[in-house]
């Protein structure tokens, strides 16, 4: 089975730049979610999908993010215009339906955004 | 107070031996704790997740949980080099099903 895909894997930009990173979930895993992970800390939930509805984003900095899930599947994250705070991992990970209470969260290899 | 707590380490253990890793948390309505273990420039992968007061084993992995004192640890038994990474502790919110992460601990294992 294949796992949680991210692209791109490493991104260079200068500050005041676009930025989008694109997630593909395992199949049939109907919960997505966008983290960010600066070094030494854990990840961090910036916005959790269930299918195509954006269920929690108050940690999405709506100023300058945002994020998309169509048709329930894939998802792009963007920020636009990237600040030189955005330099971190950007995590995708997706599980099965969160309502069964229990359940496995599978992390894709992230994107390390460097911006300069 | 940071609703998940872990002390960052380094934790230097014997091969061999047992490493212990704690973690605290502050929302007395989690239910669901979840361990990860995170190497270096990769991303975080299930070791265990425990819901139940108790101890909670798979291999060398035993997962404790305590909710009267807010606390859950994870023992690696006869630890290995290629148990040295990170390790991540994160709770289920019941109020609003957010899984909060904590800061995580670095492992290493000495030969």
Redesign the interface.
């Known amino acids: 089975e294949a796992g949680v895909v991210q692209s791109p894997r490493y991104k260079i930009i200068e500050k005041k730049q676009p930025v989008a990173f694109w997630c593909n979930p395992i199949s049939g895993h109907n919960t997505l979610y966008w983290y960010r992970q600066n070094l030494g800390q854990g990840p961090e939930l910036l916005i959790r999908y269930e299918n195509e509805e954006a269920v929690d984003d108050s940690q999405l900095p709506k100023d300058r993010f945002s994020a998309e899930r169509l048709k329930g599947v894939d998802s792009t994250l963007k920020i636009q215009p990237a600040e030189l705070g955005d330099s971190a991992v950007y995590l995708c990970a997706s599980s099965l339906d969160l309502r069964g209470g229990i359940y496995e969260q599978y992390f894709g290899p992230g994107t390390r955004l460097t911006v300069t | 107070q940071k609703e998940?707590e872990q002390n960052?380490g380094p934790l230097s253990v014997p091969e061999g031996a047992i490493a212990s890793l704690n973690c605290t948390y502050s929302d007395r309505g989690s239910?669901?704790f979840?361990w990860y273990r995170q190497y270096s420039g990769?991303?975080?992968?299930?070791i265990m997740?425990i819901?139940s007061n108790g101890d909670k084993e798979d291999g060398r992995f035993t997962a404790q949980l305590n909710k009267a004192s807010q606390y859950v640890s994870l023992l690696i038994r006869d630890s290995q080099p290629s148990d040295s990474a990170t390790y991540?502790c994160?709770s289920l919110m019941n109020r609003?099903?957010?899984?909060i992460?904590?800061?995580?601990t670095r492992l290493h294992i000495l030969p």
């Open positions: 998940v960052s239910q669901s979840f990769k991303s975080p992968e299930l997740f819901y991540l994160a609003d099903d957010k899984i992460f904590g800061k995580g």
